[in-house]
């Protein structure tokens, strides 16, 4: 396993060996020794399914109170992911990475607790699998509006085929939004 930061602090690329054959392939979706070993160690406290149609975007989702450390990966299909630091003390304040996700591509994105997360589903029938370091908790929970002209997040999905659900669409501009110390 290797664990590789991003441009943005705290934000980290967990790559794990995809070993394959006629068969198909193998991977260890999570070790929590070799995070460990990488400097990561979290509780997690709840694992999330969900499978989307696509062009599905989810988020731009955080929980305010009993925030969330999130561990993703893609189990079928593809997604466009991505991460917006809301901590108003980083150096990377209201930026963004998106990356995408593939299924058997060995790669999980880990999001400490201070992010806004979201993804676009960019194959039919993808299945998004995420660990989290606390339950949901519905009484902190907030959305960033997915097309807020501010973080200039380069979609792959045209605004007019985007599929949301009704809380993704009333979600609230950056300028408005609840941010972390």
Do not use: C
């Not at 630091?85 to 999980?108: C, Y």
């Amino acid at each position: 396993m290797r664990v590789n930061e991003t441009s943005i602090p705290g934000l980290l690329i967990v790559q794990v060996p995809v070993f394959r054959d006629e068969r198909g392939y193998f991977q260890e979706a999570y070790r929590r020794e070799s995070l460990q070993e990488a400097g990561v160690d979290i509780d997690w406290r709840q694992d999330n399914l969900s499978v989307s149609a696509r062009n599905v975007i989810r988020g731009l989702h955080y929980q305010i109170a009993r925030p969330q450390a999130k561990l993703v990966q893609v189990v079928h299909g593809a997604v466009f992911d991505v991460a917006v630091d809301l901590r108003k003390s980083s150096p990377t304040f209201g930026q963004h990475l998106g990356i995408e996700l593939k299924a058997g591509d060995g790669r999980a994105l880990l999001i400490p607790i201070g992010f806004a997360h979201g993804f676009a589903a960019l194959e039919p029938a993808t299945t998004f699998l995420y660990k989290v370091s606390d339950s949901h908790y519905p009484e902190g929970e907030r959305t960033i509006l997915w097309n807020d002209p501010q973080l200039q997040i380069s979609w792959p999905i045209q605004p007019e085929d985007a599929i949301l659900s009704e809380k993704d669409r009333r979600g609230t501009l950056f300028r408005s939004a609840d941010l972390f110390s």
